[in-house]
């Protein structure tokens, strides 16, 4: 295969998903940005906190899904379309227990789980509300991330891109119409939210239709090692979103001791937008992802380098964009979201994304990387940095700084963590491709 080819396909592929990764991570940006209009600080504080729940929901899809469909590929790489239809069927499987065990905890324990993660009695309610219907619709978030995944690698990135932007949009109308119109406040943000991916799975459903597919609902064959491997490639998906759930805990009972909850408020603004950058770098993860299974499925290992070339090239190029924006544009950012124009939390925004967002080109690097060792079925070094990024030394890092330069040191530990991980993580990569 040449090399323009590879480059072909890697801009099919790679701006597709972008643009789908981006409108999905929007979800919650959209209710930051409409919370923040009509219910202020306190209800920015209120979805901060109840945000890594969706962390974990959004984790266990993609870890579902990312494992599955990376398996899959390596199937049908291989010629062997059948067993790649099994793992598809076994995933199924596994999704609808996820969706169970999330869906009994939103009925039955919403007010606790609102208190665990750090809810004061000021926005204990609203917090509530928010995690209650959060995880009942659990079971779309779950279903779309896992179809998004498989109709991706079974060739239709076009149409994946399509539903998850017709999602977002859905997401942006009905989050204006229930919060504003209708004053539903907070229930009306996270009902728009639940019903997005809904939507876009009634778009992914063409895919059947279109006689193209071969992923089939047929007789379920379970087997236990196919799940197991799946999981194990899917594994570093679902770490760095739930550890992504842990740092926010943290980080916002840091931050309640160091600011109270205009600094959560703060947090909660600049937590949001992170999302949506690293949305960039998670679509240039997932989108070469299918191509990159199915070269090592064919033992193309030219395929892989040059993929992972053009991955990082990008990255960069949009890693420098994002931050001279971002800090250039920091006060009329922070304003957007500032409709009460409270000044203290307006100043700690500010500081915040000037600092925060210098992780960029890291947490670009770490998250192709990690996709790259799964991708190639390499998992145990995808753990070990999943691992580094999420627990092993931002934890540390927030506390620590924090102690020394308080709410500065807050904003620092991402991206002193992050550095330091992809120091390490380059050193893996390179330690494993020299095997063959």
């Not at 209120?46 to 899904?65: D, Q």
């Not at 991402?414 to 063959?436: D, H, M, N, Q, T």
Request: with cysteine; hydrophobic share 55%; net charge positive.
């Amino acid at each position: 295969m040449e090399k323009r080819a590879y480059y072909k396909a890697f801009a099919r592929y790679s701006v597709l998903s972008v643009l789908g990764t981006v409108g999905v991570s929007c979800y919650i940006l959209a209710d930051t940005f409409f919370i923040a209009r009509s219910l202020g600080a306190g209800g920015l504080a209120a979805l901060n906190i109840a945000i890594p729940a969706y962390n974990v929901i959004y984790g266990m899809g993609l870890m579902l899904g990312m494992g599955g469909a990376t398996k899959f590929s390596i199937c049908k790489g291989q010629g062997d379309e059948a067993r790649g239809g099994t793992v598809y069927r076994n995933i199924l499987v596994l999704g609808a227990v996820a969706a169970l065990v999330f869906v009994l905890a939103g009925t039955f324990f919403p007010g606790k789980l609102a208190a665990l993660l750090g809810a004061d009695a000021e926005i204990l309610q609203p917090t509530t509300t928010y995690l209650r219907w959060l995880l009942l619709f659990a079971p779309a978030f779950l279903f779309n991330n896992i179809l998004l995944c498989f109709v991706r690698n079974d060739g239709a990135p076009q149409l994946v891109a399509a539903a998850m932007l017709a999602g977002n949009f859905a997401n942006i109308v009905l989050d204006y119409i229930l919060i504003f119109p209708c004053g539903m406040g907070i229930l009306g943000a996270v009902l728009a939210t639940g019903a997005s991916p809904v939507i876009s799975m009634l778009l992914l459903s063409l895919h059947w239709k279109s006689g193209k597919s071969s992923l089939g609902f047929g007789r379920v064959r379970l087997s236990a090692a196919l799940m197991l491997q799946s999981l194990s490639l899917g594994l570093p998906s679902l770490l760095a979103q739930l550890l992504s759930g842990v740092t926010m805990v943290v980080f916002n009972l840091l931050i309640l001791r160091l600011a109270g909850n205009v600094g959560v408020a703060a947090y909660g603004i600049i937590a949001n937008i992170a999302l949506v950058v690293t949305a960039v770098y998670t679509g240039l993860s997932q989108g070469v992802q299918p191509l990159v299974s199915d070269c090592c499925g064919r033992g193309q290992r030219e395929g892989v380098a040059v993929y992972l070339r053009c991955s990082m090239a990008a990255m960069a190029a949009v890693s420098v964009v994002v931050y001279l924006l971002l800090s250039g544009f920091a006060p009329q950012v922070t304003a957007a979201f500032n409709s009460g124009q409270d000044a203290q939390l307006q100043a700690a925004a500010v500081t915040g994304l000037r600092l925060y967002f210098t992780s960029n080109l890291f947490v670009g690097f770490n998250t192709i990387l990690t996709v790259f060792f799964t991708s190639t079925g390499r998992a145990l070094p995808a753990h070990f940095l999943s691992l580094l990024r999420g627990l092993v030394l931002i934890v540390p890092a927030a506390v620590l700084l924090s102690a020394c330069w308080g709410m500065t040191g807050v904003w620092l530990a991402y991206p002193v963590a992050e550095a330091v991980a992809a120091v390490l993580g380059a050193a893996a990569w390179r330690r494993v491709s020299k095997i063959k």
